[in-house]
């Protein structure tokens, strides 16, 4: 028996005697009265704490286990295994920016501006799509993505068709082969489209491997809801909310281990 259950009890029983006439007020001692009355009161009031502390109990859930991650630096993951590929884009994106200075500084003629301003813009897009056909073997031969492996190689199927037409589109830039500015940007925006939807669909494959990796880390951990940190955090408390993203992004690395 809890003790609110006893104390309900030992109340029950004094009010019951004195009804059922064991001991009536007639022949009890006023003092005696009193010091019984004084410890219903007593057990009465204890009564009142002990079920209140009850109700608190049943009714106030344990604290939320808490934790963040930084999905960019979880990203970073598989950046880093096309860094090589990522250099050479950021190489021509910086002779993109020296063409627009010689332009602007009247080094370099209109014509001559014009003509390497398309072989560089067609050159990048190259090196972008070249990143994500790096990603993509990365992630058909990857250990964590054995279950959307069918889903990849056919998305590398599609990169590896874009790659072509984006090489036979530099070639036709590199001998002149539009015969005006409007053909070639027509073009360079059809390759352009094509390139920022695969792009965008092998992001959404990072994103949704990311996302697994933080629920597996989050359930192992024992944590009730983790959290993105870009736009979400303002505040934490170090102690109550942990930074899993390091937990994360290993969980990412294993994933991309063949």
Known sequence: ???????????????????????TPHL??????????????????ELQRVETVARRVETVAPPLRIAFMDAERAFAVILEVVEGLRRRAREKQAEITELHRQHRAGEIAAEEFRDRNNILNVELLQAQLAINLGALEKMIVGRGFRDIRGDLEQLRDQAQSLQAEVSGLLLTTQIGGFPTQEAFDRDF???????????????QVATMMIARAAQEVGLEMGFDLVLLQRNVLIYRNPIRILDVTVQVSTRMAEYLRP
């Open 1 to 23: 028996m809890n003790k609110s259950a006893s104390i309900i009890v030992v109340v029950l029983a004094l009010i019951l005697g004195f009804i059922g006439g064991a001991v």
């Open 28 to 45: 009890l001692p006023i003092a005696g009265v009193t010091a019984v009355e004084k410890q219903i009161g007593q057990l009465s009031a």
């Open 189 to 203: 925006a059809l390759a352009q489209a094509a390139f920022s939807h695969l792009d965008h669909v092998l992001t």
